[in-house]
């Protein structure tokens, strides 16, 4: 089971009540709009006891169809790692 935004917005919603269900959403954009912005932009977003999402760049490479058996030239890329932080692990692995 997946968390979504929907579920992030609702238990803001319920913990915040004092703040609208709209003025949730509207943090829940905002949060994830900056988050998008400064990784597009190459930069790692930290959240601290959470973990750092990190933007690596991928040199190009040779890959192997398997099916096929042909070599085809993979582009260079970015791709985003996830590294959770000590307290983080430490509560996902004592359950």
């Known amino acids: 089971m997946s968390l979504t935004k929907a579920d992030l917005v609702q238990q803001i919603y319920q913990t915040h009540p004092n703040l609208t269900k709209s003025q949730c959403s509207d943090s829940v954009e905002n949060f994830l709009s900056i988050s998008k912005s400064s990784m597009i932009a190459?930069?790692?977003l930290l959240l601290s006891g959470f973990g750092k999402?990190?933007?690596?760049?991928?040199?190009?490479?040779?890959?192997?169809?398997l099916k096929?058996?042909?070599v085809i030239m993979l582009d260079a890329r970015r791709v985003v790692t996830f590294?959770?932080?000590?307290?983080?692990?430490?509560?996902i692995n004592s359950d």
């Not at 999402?53 to 169809?65: G, T, V």
């Not at 590294?83 to 509560?91: D, E, F, T």
Request: charged share 30%; aromatic share 4%; net charge positive.
């Open 83 to 91: 590294k959770p932080a000590g307290v983080l692990r430490s509560r």
């Open 68 to 70: 096929t058996g042909s």
């Open 53 to 65: 999402f990190n933007i690596k760049d991928k040199n190009p490479r040779l890959a192997r169809n």
């Open 42 to 44: 190459g930069k790692s």
